[in-house]
């Protein structure tokens, strides 16, 4: 993996990076992985001290993840990377096109994570 990241630590970084510190359970929402596999995944960012979790002021059973100061220079110096590498993959579609295949991604990211969710409650 590219900078030693897996795409889901790559999401939970980019989605802490534009969203701020979040609960555990949006930051599961953004990325679309199970509950099981959002703890797994911020565990091994924390290992690499690229995250950290906070407790929540409001309820001690939740846990904010936030991102440390590596964490925020990792993110800062690769997301202009992947920002490009988006761009050049959409760049031969028009504007139109563009909104559509971003509403399509949505849409399919959020199905599967459905799938998943309902796979992971059945077993």
């Known amino acids: 993996a590219r900078h030693d990241l897996t795409l889901a630590e790559f999401g939970v970084l980019e989605a802490l990076h534009h969203k701020g510190p979040l609960l555990l359970g949006e930051v599961q929402r953004k990325v679309l992985i199970t509950s099981g596999g959002i703890t797994y995944v911020v565990d091994q960012l924390e290992k690499k001290g690229f995250v950290e979790r906070r407790p929540s002021p409001l309820d001690r059973r939740a846990c904010f993840a936030?991102?440390?100061r590596k964490g925020k220079s990792?993110?800062?110096r690769i997301f202009p990377e992947h920002e490009r590498a988006m761009q050049e993959?959409?760049?031969?579609?028009d504007a139109s096109e563009q909104r559509q295949t971003t509403e399509l991604l949505r849409v399919l990211g959020r199905h599967a994570a459905d799938l998943t969710e309902s796979a992971a409650k059945s077993s």
């Open 89 to 93: 993959a959409l760049s031969g579609l």
């Open 74 to 76: 990792l993110i800062k």
């Open 66 to 68: 936030a991102l440390t």
